[in-house]
């Protein structure tokens, strides 16, 4: 059976009770396939992630799901991206206050949860209660709680996740409770279904000719990524429509731009392209998108990005390949850092790459 560590805080600001112990208090020791440890946090920065990896040391868990109070919020609401930031307007249970200091010394900008954010948000909703994605955890013990956790479970196979409630009292507890539930029932089905499409990771990434079949195969599953939004504003989850993604596909069709299905055995779980390729310069630009959240983070879109770097420079005969990626994109940033690429130049929204046949 595998493990669930679950945690919530301890009061802090002069308050009796902090809602995420109240409802964490409300989890029975087993839900679907995960036994339920629970332990609860102190509201002091550093100790918190201390005090949940000593314990993680113990139970050894496959999860961890952290809840946090949230005044003033009305929804539930699953955090996508912790931040390495500290910057306290109370002073936490430890007399501590700092001010823009950083959760980790060096550490990147912002690390990404690992548990399917999207799904938990959408199974609260399903449970009757209001939930929606959360793109920011706050400067406070909360967001470092995360941020540390996230940091030190960095490639491992320790998934974590952080759950802002807000302030709730008597039957509210218990209906949140529930419904969290139901967004933990989804972390075992994903583990499941991840198993099935991708068993033991064996199964080598291809790339494939994009195909119109392929791309509305493609979409059907698709996400969008906030991640790559400068400005949350214009964010807003996809929809898939049959003519739209007709339109997408043949706008495509460029003789200047070559358009791959990056596939999972005889799955499309991404696409990418070579665009702008200028045969007299010889050198093109890649973009490249993962479908969802089950796509990422596994070294898929690396790997299709070295291939289809080869075939840049053996099958079209480049010299060059670029690379411009959204300055907040650093899971992206990685994968291209990862393939060989070499960053440019910042300018704008963009980080800029370039990788020349013979240096990578």
């Given at each position: 059976?595998?493990?669930?560590?679950?945690?919530?805080?301890?009061?802090?600001?002069?308050?009796?009770?902090?809602?995420?112990?109240?409802?964490?208090?409300?989890?029975?020791?087993?839900?679907?396939?995960?036994?339920?440890?629970?332990?609860?946090?102190?509201?002091?920065?550093?100790?918190?992630?201390?005090?949940?990896?000593?314990?993680?040391?113990?139970?050894?868990?496959?999860?961890?799901?952290?809840?946090g109070q949230a005044a003033g919020r009305?929804?539930?609401?699953?955090?996508?991206?912790?931040?390495?930031?500290?910057?306290?307007?109370?002073?936490?249970?430890?007399?501590?206050?700092?001010?823009?200091?950083?959760?980790?010394?060096?550490?990147?900008?912002?690390?990404?949860?690992?548990?399917?954010?999207?799904?938990?948000?959408?199974?609260?909703?399903?449970?009757?209660?209001?939930?929606?994605?959360?793109?920011?955890?706050?400067?406070?013990?909360?967001?470092?709680?995360?941020?540390?956790?996230?940091?030190?479970?960095?490639?491992?196979?320790?998934?974590?996740?952080?759950?802002?409630?807000?302030?709730?009292?008597?039957?509210?507890?218990?209906?949140?409770?529930?419904?969290?539930?139901?967004?933990?029932?989804?972390l075992d089905s994903d583990n499941q279904?991840?198993?099935?499409?991708?068993?033991?990771?064996?199964?080598?990434?291809?790339?494939?000719?994009?195909?119109?079949?392929?791309?509305?195969?493609?979409?059907?599953?698709?996400?969008?990524?906030?991640?790559?939004?400068?400005?949350?504003?214009?964010?807003?989850?996809?929809?898939?429509?049959?003519?739209?993604?007709?339109?997408?596909?043949?706008?495509?069709?460029?003789?200047?731009?070559?358009?791959?299905?990056?596939?999972?055995?005889?799955?499309?779980?991404?696409?990418?392209?070579?665009?702008?390729?200028?045969?007299?310069?010889?050198?093109?630009?890649?973009?490249?998108?993962?479908?969802?959240?089950?796509?990422?983070?596994?070294?898929?879109?690396?790997?299709?990005?070295?291939?289809?770097?080869?075939?840049?420079?053996?099958?079209?005969?480049?010299?060059?390949?670029?690379?411009?990626?959204?300055?907040?994109?650093?899971?992206?940033?990685?994968?291209?850092?990862?393939?060989?690429?070499?960053?440019?130049?910042?300018?704008?929204?963009?980080?800029?790459?370039?990788?020349?046949?013979?240096?990578?």
């Amino acid at each position: 059976m595998k493990t669930l560590l679950i945690t919530g805080f301890e009061p802090f600001g002069g308050q009796a009770v902090n809602t995420s112990w109240e409802v964490v208090k409300h989890f029975p020791e087993k839900i679907g396939d995960f036994r339920i440890v629970t332990l609860q946090v102190p509201v002091v920065f550093e100790r918190a992630a201390e005090t949940v990896i000593e314990k993680a040391n113990d139970v050894h868990p496959d999860a961890i799901l952290c809840l946090g109070q949230a005044a003033g919020r009305t929804a539930i609401t699953p955090e996508y991206v912790a931040i390495n930031l500290r910057n306290a307007s109370i002073p936490d249970n430890a007399g501590n206050e700092p001010k823009d200091a950083p959760v980790v010394e060096g550490g990147p900008d912002a690390i990404f949860a690992t548990l399917p954010v999207r799904k938990m948000a959408e199974a609260i909703t399903q449970a009757s209660m209001p939930a929606e994605v959360s793109y920011s955890a706050g400067t406070y013990v909360c967001n470092d709680l995360m941020y540390g956790l996230l940091h030190h479970y960095q490639g491992t196979g320790v998934k974590v996740g952080f759950i802002h409630v807000p302030e709730l009292e008597g039957q509210k507890i218990s209906d949140a409770a529930q419904a969290i539930t139901e967004a933990i029932k989804v972390l075992d089905s994903d583990n499941q279904e991840e198993v099935t499409l991708h068993p033991q990771n064996t199964d080598p990434v291809t790339l494939h000719p994009m195909t119109r079949d392929l791309c509305h195969r493609l979409f059907q599953k698709w996400e969008n990524d906030p991640s790559i939004y400068m400005d949350m504003s214009l964010f807003k989850p996809f929809v898939y429509r049959e003519d739209a993604v007709d339109r997408y596909f043949d706008s495509r069709q460029e003789a200047s731009r070559i358009l791959f299905a990056v596939m999972l055995a005889d799955r499309p779980i991404g696409e990418l392209q070579l665009k702008q390729i200028d045969c007299d310069r010889k050198e093109c630009t890649l973009s490249i998108h993962m479908q969802n959240d089950a796509a990422k983070g596994r070294g898929y879109g690396t790997e299709a990005m070295r291939l289809a770097i080869r075939y840049a420079f053996e099958e079209l005969g480049l010299d060059a390949v670029n690379a411009d990626i959204v300055r907040k994109n650093l899971r992206s940033q990685h994968a291209a850092e990862k393939a060989g690429f070499r960053f440019v130049k910042e300018e704008g929204d963009f980080r800029y790459y370039r990788l020349e046949q013979g240096l990578k």
